[in-house]
């Protein structure tokens, strides 16, 4: 092993002595490496119940996590103390696996060895979120405490008799309610899997092979760099599933380019971040709420995902239709260095790096668990990693893939033990039941008050917390109440999950355009307004839900026909609105024309209206649509030029 080689297993720290780093670097990879391996032996043989594997893995991530932030501290004290929280979240995994007969042999009862190892679980919580996550979650955790312990202070239908600590053991650490509940489980079966499938495939180089394909799809179309930008970054984004690590992965090859043929720096970042937000929602692996609405929802994975594939696509649709439309207000040119050439040595040379990609798909097509399709990517990724020398990987490799797994998941791991231990709550007190109630009764028994709360209550839950964390108390608290008024289920969920995902390009969060924004050089603020602007159609797109669930997959074939075209036909004229351009620029009276279009087009359907009137209003809009095209066609600009 090189030195260089050997440096790149270390963790970064500027406060560890070198002795120290090694030694924290190595338990760092023992516990990688080990988690990766109980992860895929559940996977793939499974038999080990779902309390013990639950508990296994979060007391191995968390340990993980107390040596993961003991290297970003600066005092040698606090190190020490996280090197002692560490041994101290080794604690619940190994004591449930001993005493786990014994606990169910009394039902789960709660012993005080029981309380002590709850209340050492309920402290390694509390720390791993707050350094992993932050403040909000920490906060809603102490709330949900102090609501279940001191419940009967608090007069009316809200207050109840109170939870003991014995009651509190029982339900958050003894069952698979709390801490180890579903949402553990999708984070041990799906999340860390499809990570490591993701970390694997970027290092045998796939997410090179999305690049070069999109530039040669796009590159001699104006503005080419930008679109190349938008579809590549949508294509890695869907392997690993995060914004912000999509922009740092593409955004160093893509804004630099597109800085290059003309693009401000503040475009070009936009552009990054809203199409690396793409991934997010864009089948196969999506983000990792994906996984928790398919176990919430009670359906496959398989089935979340091809219902999110027109949605996806719309989007990317509108994004990619901004783009062109921006390149031609701004005269670029195309990509000199891409086209059908690039394509073609693309295919021909690295195309066998998309099979790992075509035998997860194609398994879960075929009907294997997410899991079994996952593993089985892995291996193929494996297999073929040798055919090139550039592509090949070795040992080294993947004990960094491992730890960039760990890494990327520590966040996400924190924020659904907390939400756990808040839904738990939930649960036990009824709370989730009334507050669906109160939601009800605040949007006056109206669907779509209620959805205007669910988007403002998901917005800002997306602002201060994971998305998963945000979907699954708005899955427990908010979407009973849109079911209650006649939405379907999966669009429902989809609704909470699209609204939670937009904080990463709206202000003040907008992590993914503040990433953007540091590698273009714009500032971060104009950044993501820009972005926002770009990618304004995820905040119409879950609207749609409701009115055209055909967008969904949901319905015959004929309504789901129907609301595709629909759905693209007004996607495209309200793109073209905002965007303010078409051939040439747009007055704003053609500007609200084509918004309006849009809005007719999509038109609500609800319980007062007839369909007699549905088709009325959408026609309208596609007749004003085909007008103002025509209006703003060359051919009609010249035929006025000669009659002039």
């Given at each position: 092993?090189?030195?260089?080689?050997?440096?790149?297993?270390?963790?970064?720290?500027?406060?560890?002595?070198?002795?120290?780093?090694?030694?924290?670097?190595?338990?760092?990879?023992?516990?990688?490496?080990?988690?990766?391996?109980?992860?895929?032996?559940?996977?793939?043989?499974?038999?080990?119940?779902?309390?013990?594997?639950?508990?296994?893995?979060?007391?191995?991530?968390?340990?993980?996590?107390?040596?993961?932030?003991?290297?970003?501290?600066?005092?040698?004290?606090?190190?020490?103390?996280?090197?002692?929280?560490?041994?101290?979240?080794?604690?619940?995994?190994?004591?449930?696996?001993?005493?786990?007969?014994?606990?169910?042999?009394?039902?789960?009862?709660?012993?005080?060895?029981?309380?002590?190892?709850?209340?050492a679980l309920v402290l390694i919580v509390f720390v791993f979120v707050k350094m992993a996550v932050g403040r909000t979650l920490v906060v809603l955790m102490t709330v949900a405490f102090a609501y279940a312990y001191f419940g009967y202070l608090i007069p009316g239908q809200y207050g109840h008799g109170g939870y003991d600590l014995n009651r509190l053991t029982s339900t958050l650490l003894l069952s698979t309610e709390g801490v180890y509940g579903v949402p553990m489980g999708v984070a041990v079966e799906?999340?860390?899997?499809?990570?490591?499938?993701?970390?694997?495939?970027?290092?045998?180089?796939?997410?090179?092979?999305?690049?070069?394909?999109?530039?040669?799809?796009?590159?001699?179309?104006?503005?080419?760099?930008?679109?190349?930008?938008?579809?590549?970054?949508?294509?890695?984004?869907?392997?690993?599933?995060?914004?912000?690590?999509?922009?740092?992965?593409?955004?160093?090859?893509?804004?630099?380019?597109?800085?290059?043929?003309?693009?401000?720096?503040?475009?070009?970042g936009a552009i990054e971040a809203a199409a690396s937000s793409a991934g997010q929602i864009m089948p196969p692996v999506m983000g990792a709420a994906a996984f928790l609405m398919a176990e919430m929802i009670g359906i496959t994975y398989a089935e979340v995902a091809l219902a999110a594939l027109v949605p996806a696509l719309l989007y990317i649709l509108a994004l990619m239709v901004s783009v062109r439309l921006e390149a031609g207000r701004l005269g670029l040119q195309p990509d000199t260095e891409a086209g059908w050439q690039l394509l073609k040595e693309t295919l021909k040379s690295k195309s066998y790096l998309l099979l790992p990609l075509v035998a997860l798909v194609g398994l879960m097509i075929s009907g294997?668990?997410?899991?079994?399709?996952?593993?089985?990517?892995?291996?193929?990724?494996?297999?073929?990693?040798?055919?090139?020398?550039?592509?090949?990987?070795?040992?080294?490799?993947?004990?960094?893939?491992?730890?960039?797994?760990?890494?990327?998941?520590?966040?996400?791991?924190?924020?659904?033990?907390?939400?756990?231990?808040?839904?738990?709550?939930?649960?036990?007190?009824?709370?989730?039941?009334?507050?669906?109630?109160?939601?009800?009764?605040?949007?006056?028994?109206n669907l779509w008050g209620v959805l205007l709360l669910t988007a403002l209550a998901s917005f800002i839950l997306g602002m201060g917390l994971p998305t998963s964390a945000a979907y699954l108390l708005l899955a427990v608290l908010v979407a009973p109440a849109m079911t209650t008024l006649g939405m379907e289920t999966l669009s429902a969920h989809m609704f909470i999950f699209y609204f939670g995902l937009v904080s990463a390009i709206t202000p003040p969060v907008a992590l993914a355009a503040y990433a953007a924004a540091t590698i273009s050089g714009a500032e971060a603020n104009e950044t993501a307004i820009e972005s926002m602007r770009l990618g304004f159609v995820k905040l119409l797109i879950p609207f749609l839900f409701v009115t055209m669930p055909g967008i969904l997959l949901i319905g015959d074939s004929l309504s789901i026909t129907i609301a595709i075209i629909v759905a693209t036909l007004a996607t495209v004229s309200l793109s073209i609105g905002f965007s303010g351009w078409l051939g040439s620029p747009l007055s704003w009276v053609k500007r609200i024309g084509f918004i309006a279009a849009g809005i007719l087009i999509a038109w609500p359907e609800t319980a007062t209206n007839f369909s007699t009137e549905i088709i009325a209003l959408r026609l309208s809009g596609l007749i004003l649509l085909i007008a103002l095209g025509f209006i703003t066609s060359p051919i009609c600009k010249r035929s006025k030029t000669q009659i002039a």
């Open positions: 092993m090189t030195q260089t080689t050997f440096k790149s297993l270390l963790l970064p720290s500027e406060y560890l002595g070198r002795k120290e780093q090694l030694v924290v670097s190595l338990l760092f990879s023992v516990l990688a490496v080990s988690i990766t391996g109980l992860v895929l032996y559940g996977a793939y043989y499974g038999g080990i119940t779902a309390l013990l594997l639950r508990s296994s893995f979060f007391s191995l991530v968390a340990c993980a996590a107390m040596i993961f932030y003991a290297a970003k501290q600066r005092s040698s004290l606090v190190r020490g103390i996280f090197y002692i929280l560490s041994l101290i979240a080794l604690i619940p995994g190994p004591y449930l696996w001993n005493s786990y007969i014994d606990i169910i042999m009394r039902g789960a009862m709660s012993v005080p060895d029981d309380i002590w190892v709850f209340l799906y999340i860390f899997l499809f990570g490591l499938f993701g970390a694997i495939l970027t290092k045998i180089g796939t997410g090179e092979v999305f690049v070069d394909i999109a530039r040669g799809l796009t590159g001699r179309v104006q503005g080419g760099p930008g679109l190349s930008a938008a579809l590549s970054s949508a294509l890695l984004g869907s392997l690993n599933g995060s914004a912000v690590a999509n922009v740092v992965t593409t955004g160093t090859f893509t804004i630099p380019l597109m800085k290059r043929v003309g693009y401000s720096p503040k475009l070009a294997k668990s997410p899991t079994q399709a996952a593993v089985m990517g892995i291996v193929v990724g494996l297999v073929i990693s040798p055919w090139r020398a550039s592509t090949r990987i070795n040992w080294v490799d993947l004990i960094e893939s491992c730890k960039e797994t760990l890494t990327n998941t520590l966040p996400i791991v924190a924020a659904v033990a907390s939400a756990g231990i808040v839904i738990g709550v939930l649960n036990l007190t009824g709370m989730g039941l009334m507050v669906s109630g109160l939601i009800i009764e605040v949007g006056d028994g």
